[in-house]
């Protein structure tokens, strides 16, 4: 004789749970995974744009016009879009002075990949990176 909740063979009969609950585990694993890797995009892109801030600062505080200040964002941002990268020099070419602070500005704006993430956060999402250095 059988007891209730026993499968033909005698064993428990609870396939049907563990199936249930893998497909609940796994939807948020998934959610959580699309989560990390667009967050991971986002920071890679943001160390991206710091860095090409901060050498486009380097080069301006030489005395260097901005058509060079740009020429060297563009070469540490070149795996990025150019069409959306956007970059503000302030104060112009001839406001700059010895020890006057010299503000470079990139922004960008990050098409999000995973619909989750797209939900939550503003799809493109904008970044935007400050640098100041003194002039020399």
């Not at 260097?64 to 540490?76: G, H, L, M, S």
Request: without cysteine.
């Amino acid at each position: 004789m059988r007891r209730p909740g026993m499968g033909m063979n005698g064993k428990a009969a609870d396939g049907g749970q563990a199936t249930v609950e893998f497909a609940i585990v796994m939807v948020l694993f998934l959610l959580l995974l699309s989560g990390l890797v667009d967050l991971g995009r986002l920071a890679g892109t943001y160390y991206i744009l710091a860095n090409a801030s901060r050498e486009g600062a380097r080069v301006g505080v030489l005395g260097k016009p901005d058509t060079d200040i740009e020429a060297a964002i563009q070469r540490v941002a070149a795996t990025l879009d150019p069409a959306r990268l956007m970059v503000q020099i302030m104060p112009g070419v001839v406001e700059r002075f010895r020890g006057v602070p010299l503000e470079v500005s990139v922004s960008y704006a990050l098409d999000l990949l995973m619909p989750f993430t797209a939900a939550i956060l503003p799809n493109p999402f904008p970044l935007r990176v400050e640098t100041v250095m003194r002039m020399e």
